[in-house]
């Protein structure tokens, strides 16, 4: 960094003042910042840089260092030819295509409607269950939830705030690790930088159980509710699975790749607050 005659702080090999409105990267040498239109380094890849050499500093340093990579079936920007590649799941340019895109809205032929009442055993047994079922309303589903003004801070009071959990980076398609008071943070600021995705916050042994209770059918039908044994040996090495009950927060632009749930099971899905757009 130097001084111009104005005594105003000067950075990049553009030698201009420092401008919130761009993207800028600080090398790990020199500790000089440099906006990334002026190094050709975009905001998105920033993420994946662990060490960053300016221009200068590689002459001596050498490239800059990029974090090792987790997802090998992604792509990263690093690579040569990646403007030919096709557009990665999760990406900004991915969601926007995404949601520009017609898709016909879930008729009689893809999707069973029915009432909470309807929703039986028997009425499987009958009708069978090869598509996905929308209940409107929850009445008659023996469904129990917070209510609508339920906020993030109200699960973090009953999850702990020192609660570790998963929050995937929505661009990369990748796990971190978060505490819950930092997920509120993030999901309450106004200035997001990147968009997280929480989709496994598995919530069973906290006080945030109490206020939930699943629908009959879901709790008819849970193989864990009702063939996992109460008590196992003492030598057993495994535990009662804990995947009863999930809490999803997500912010504006969250996306979830393509999958299938684990075990090839069914999921109930009740969206509080918000909306959610399934794709199948």
Request: glycine fraction near 6%; include cysteine; proline fraction near 5%.
């Amino acid at each position: 960094m130097a001084s111009d005659d104005s005594d105003h702080p000067i950075y990049c090999v553009c030698r201009q003042a420092y401008d919130e409105t761009q993207f800028m990267i600080e090398c790990d040498v020199c500790k000089d910042w440099f906006h990334g239109s002026c190094v050709g380094v975009q905001e998105h890849q920033a993420a994946d840089i662990e060490t960053y050499h300016c221009p200068n500093c590689q002459l001596l340093h050498g490239p800059l260092g990029l974090k090792k990579r987790r997802n090998w079936h992604r792509h990263d920007y690093s690579e040569e030819g990646v403007s030919s590649k096709a557009v990665q799941t999760g990406t900004v340019v991915f969601i926007k295509e995404l949601k520009n895109r017609n898709f016909p809205l879930a008729d009689e032929q893809s999707v069973s409607r029915l009432h909470g009442s309807q929703l039986t055993i028997n009425h499987l047994l009958e009708k069978g269950f090869d598509m996905p079922i929308l209940v409107e309303k929850k009445d008659g589903l023996g469904l129990t939830v917070p209510p609508s003004n339920f906020t993030i801070q109200d699960v973090e009071n009953n999850v702990g705030s020192m609660r570790e959990i998963d929050v995937i980076d929505v661009a990369k398609q990748e796990d971190y690790k978060m505490l819950m008071r930092e997920w509120t943070e993030y999901y309450n600021s106004p200035n997001r930088q990147k968009i997280f995705n929480v989709i496994s916050l598995e919530f069973s042994n906290t006080k945030l159980s109490e206020l939930v209770q699943p629908p009959s059918i879901v709790r008819q039908l849970s193989w864990v509710s009702n063939f996992w044994p109460e008590s196992l040996p003492e030598d057993c090495t495994y535990s009662k699975p804990e995947v009863q009950k999930y809490c999803l927060m997500g912010v504006r632009d969250s996306f979830t790749d393509y999958h299938i749930d684990f075990g090839g099971t069914s999921v109930w899905y009740h969206v509080l607050r918000g909306e959610k757009v399934f794709y199948w």
